[in-house]
């Protein structure tokens, strides 16, 4: 369990990095000109976003058994506790929000510049604040339609980010699973795509740097405990015997 918290506090310290300086540096998010740097933002939290995400998942997870190639019933216990740690991440958020109930920083701004009553916008359904959004930014010629269309279909509350959850606990999956194995490549390209997500929250105007911040330590505390139940229940996580081989071939090249 200690090299288990050690692996998963690197990862989760290295995700925190970002939204830290943001939140410490008092940025405030404002809408302005949105390039194509934004539209590369928004494709990466269309990632993890319905229904992308599910095809996310599937792919990590046939990834991650592959990587581990565990014989049939310790992979299939992977499996469950692969998609269980998600989803229970997710249905933890879903239970925050609904209690704390904090707006997201473009409902904010519709309240300021249209005059959209950030308490009459959370007491109407879903469907019905998705069409006061379109309604109210329809004449906007600043903003992008894909940001406009993916304010419309994200109405719900900021505190915590459900994609925050969602891409740091395949990151820090990749740190506590995958480190032993030395599958360092993927660990690193996880890392990045997390915080690259994380940014297009703050950067498309759906989160607060403490959405991020807690979000991430949540994450943490899920994943540390389902890589002690994969190493517990599934075997040894260390590189398979054909693994080490293979390792030692090419370091005598």
């Known amino acids: 369990m200690p090299e288990i918290l050690r692996r998963t506090t690197i990862g989760m310290l290295l995700l925190l990095t970002m939204p830290v300086l943001v ?19 928004f494709w990466f939290t269309e990632t993890v976003t319905r229904p ?7 792919v990590l997870c046939g990834w991650f058994l592959w990587c581990l190639r565990f014989r049939f019933k310790p992979a299939v216990f992977l499996l469950a506790i692969l998609v269980g740690t998600i ?15 904090e707006p997201r920083p473009y409902v904010l701004w519709l309240e300021k510049a249209e005059g959209v009553s950030n308490e009459y916008f959370y007491e109407l359904k879903r469907k019905q604040r ?13 903003l992008p339609g894909w ?19 969602f891409a740091a606990s395949w990151a820090l999956l990749g740190v506590g699973l995958l480190w032993p ?8 390209l996880l890392l990045c795509w997390a915080s690259l997500v994380m940014g297009s929250r703050l950067m498309l105007g759906m989160h607060w740097p403490q959405d991020l911040i807690v979000s991430t330590l949540l994450s943490w ?9 994969a190493q517990r229940f599934c075997g040894p996580l260390s590189v398979l015997p054909q693994e080490q081989q293979e390792i030692n071939q090419r370091e005598n090249e």
């Not at 939140?23 to 933002?41: C, D, K, R, T, V």
């Not at 992308?52 to 599937?58: A, E, R, Y």
């Not at 069409?131 to 930014?137: G, I, N, T």
Request: proline letters at 2%; aromatic letters at 14%; hydrophobic letters at 45%.
């Open 23 to 41: 939140a410490l540096s008092g940025w405030q998010w404002q809408p302005g000109e949105m390039g194509w740097g934004y539209l590369i933002l």
């Open 130 to 142: 998705s069409h006061l959004v379109e309604e109210a930014v329809e004449d906007n010629t600043q």
């Open 87 to 101: 989803l229970v991440g997710q249905y933890t958020k879903s239970l925050i929000k609904d209690r704390v109930q």
């Open 147 to 165: 940001l406009k269309r993916h304010w419309a279909f994200e109405t719900g509350f900021s505190f915590p980010s459900g994609h925050t959850m």
């Open 52 to 58: 992308w995400g599910v095809i996310t998942s599937v």
């Open 221 to 229: 505390l899920f994943i540390t405990l389902a890589t002690w139940l």
């Open 181 to 188: 194995r030395r599958r360092y490549a993927t660990i690193i």
